[in-house]
């Protein structure tokens, strides 16, 4: 068989279609790049000239840019064939066609089957461009979520408020502090409040900082307030610069309970309330666990 005649053809039929304004040219760039992949395996195996391994590819590299495309470079043909290795497994086989070949792209570095399922998933409930989904990687969000969570999203079931805070929450220290207080804490927060809510999960809007509340007559002020559409419910956020201690969901239950008294409306959801403290204490979070109070801590990067 003359594997470089059926890559290059395949090729030639994709750079034809994709000057077809359709909506299926994703799918079937797709399909020319998995079937691609798949020869450049089978090439390999088979080839019977004495060249092999990453010498073969390169060679269909430099006759394919001459004849096609510069674009079909030697890193491009790999990425072609891991990505048909990749996909081949039966767990993701029907996952290959939802994205683009730029998501799929960044998906490539990642060896976790489960991790990849994750992210595609994400993708598609978010509409996440590559670029977002790049940074999503990098900032390693999977490893940041709870098996709970992780489970839910690979699984498509339906998840709570919960799930998607991560642990820690990576907050941006344009200020390079090397310690912080509460208050440098909040407005660095502040200063990237779309950041901080994704990093909380979806669905969330802001209300206000230093919301004002009146407990007889002293004033008390909420760090941030937000309100989360998907889940439609007001949440309550404090922070703290040192370990969680028991204090502190007794001070966020309080601010619930006001808000939930005074401001929901009957149809929204109970309040719901997120400490983020530096460290986190295993038996606070243990003996005085609230189903409505959830804790985790924050990292400057």
């Known amino acids: 068989m003359n594997y470089y005649n059926k890559i290059k053809n395949e090729l030639i039929d994709n750079e034809i279609y994709k000057r077809v304004k359709d909506y299926s040219k994703n799918r079937y760039e797709l399909e020319r790049y998995y079937n691609v992949g798949k020869l450049l395996v089978e090439a390999q195996g088979n080839e019977t000239r004495a060249k092999y391994g990453d010498e073969l590819i390169k060679e269909y590299s430099r006759k394919l840019m001459l004849e096609i495309d510069k674009k079909y470079s030697y890193r491009n043909l790999m990425h ?9 497994n039966e767990k993701l086989n029907a996952l290959r066609s939802q994205l683009t070949w730029t998501h799929y792209r960044e998906l490539l570095t990642i060896n976790n089957t489960y991790k990849i399922i994750y992210y595609i998933n994400l993708c598609k409930h978010n509409n996440l461009s590559y670029r977002e989904l790049h940074n999503k990687i990098k900032s390693n969000e999977y490893e ?4 709970n969570a992780k489970t839910k999203i690979i699984e498509s079931n339906e998840h709570n408020i919960s ?10 220290n344009k200020c390079n502090y090397t310690s912080i207080s509460e208050k440098a804490l909040k ?3 502040l200063e990237d ?3 901080f809510m994704k990093e909380l999960g979806e669905g969330y809007a802001f209300i206000d900082s230093e919301y004002k509340i009146k407990l007889g007559d002293r004033y008390n ?3 941030i307030l937000l309100f989360n559409i998907k889940f439609n419910c007001y949440v309550v956020v404090e922070l703290k610069a040192t370990e969680l201690k028991k204090e502190h969901e007794g001070q966020i239950k309080l601010y619930m309970n006001y808000i939930d008294e005074n ?3 009957i149809y929204q959801n109970k ?3 997120i400490i983020i403290c530096k460290y986190n204490n295993q038996f606070v979070v243990k003996y005085c666990s609230n189903q409505r109070v959830y804790s985790t801590t924050y990292e400057l990067v």
């Open 221 to 223: 002020y909420i760090d």
């Open 144 to 147: 940041r979520l709870g098996n």
């Open 163 to 172: 799930d998607f805070i991560k642990h820690p929450i990576l907050i941006k």
């Open 271 to 273: 309040t719901v309330g």
């Open 263 to 265: 401001i929901k409306n």
């Open 80 to 88: 072609m064939r891991k990505y048909y290795l990749l996909f081949k």
């Open 193 to 195: 409040i779309p950041n």
């Open 187 to 189: 407005q660095l927060i």
